[in-house]
């Protein structure tokens, strides 16, 4: 149950985009469809952002893109604002039944 | 509205036990598998465990196993988590997490363990 590798930091200037990428291995990303994002504001718990690889729920920023390829999965934030500066987290399920989260990414917005 | 609360976090010394409960509404508990995930002080968040909608099947991370026993009462719309041994590193912020195919889509505000002499 190793973690899913993730940039410890990513910036970008508003108006820009950023990508977060998230590696895991064939037993968890590149195995599954069930990779999901989820953005934290400090001392607040997290929020679902992308579900299924590239699922958006309702009420989440159309700005909020992912996609996967092979084993490694990507969080896209376009038109990047001063609000989505946030700890985010990928997470995939393994195999029976067990999950894994990445380690996080700090997002800065310069 | 659907609300996730928890509850009896607190200090404890180590070797000690506590239980975490988490409180439900606003959907019927008994149709979703629920999950409790951890975030230890300025770390990232953990999978811990998770049970299904009857509660007949749990799974749980290597680093608890033997140790947390999660469990649940759809009647009283209520997710436990019974920590046992508790080791140092086992303090977090605790969340009752909510599971909509396979993805988190509900997360309690979480209770803090703190596990120290």
């Known amino acids: 149950q190793s973690a899913l590798t993730q940039p410890a930091s990513v910036s970008g200037s508003p108006g820009q985009s950023i990508t977060i990428s998230c590696t895991g291995t064939s037993s968890d990303i590149g195995g599954y469809k069930y990779v999901s994002w989820y953005q934290q504001h400090p001392g607040k718990a997290p929020k679902l952002m992308i579900y299924e690889v590239s699922n958006r729920p309702s009420g989440v920023s159309n700005r909020f893109s992912g996609s996967k390829s092979g084993n490694t999965a990507s969080l896209t934030i376009s038109g990047l604002q001063a609000e989505d500066e946030a700890d985010y987290y990928c997470?995939?399920?393994?195999?029976?039944?067990?999950?894994?989260f990445g380690g996080g990414t700090k997002v800065t917005v310069l | 509205e659907v609300q996730l609360v928890e509850s009896g976090g607190g200090l404890v010394q180590p070797g000690g036990s506590l239980r975490l409960s988490c409180a439900t509404s606003?959907?019927?508990?008994?149709?979703?598998?629920m999950h409790w995930v951890r975030q230890g002080p300025g770390k990232g968040l953990v999978w811990v465990s998770r049970?299904?909608?009857?509660?007949?099947?749990?799974t749980y991370a290597d680093s608890v196993k033997g140790r947390f026993t999660i469990s649940r009462d759809n009647a009283k719309n209520t997710l436990h988590l019974q920590i046992n041994s508790l080791r140092a590193e086992d303090t977090a912020v605790y969340y009752c997490?909510?599971?909509?195919?396979?993805?988190?889509?509900?997360w309690g505000p979480g209770t803090l363990v703190t596990v120290s002499s």
């Open positions: 049970i299904n909608r009857d509660g007949s099947s749990t």
């Open positions: 997490v909510r599971d909509t195919s396979s993805h988190f889509d509900y």
């Open positions: 997470s995939s399920y393994v195999s029976s039944s067990t999950w894994v």
């Open positions: 606003g959907f019927i508990l008994s149709r979703y598998w």
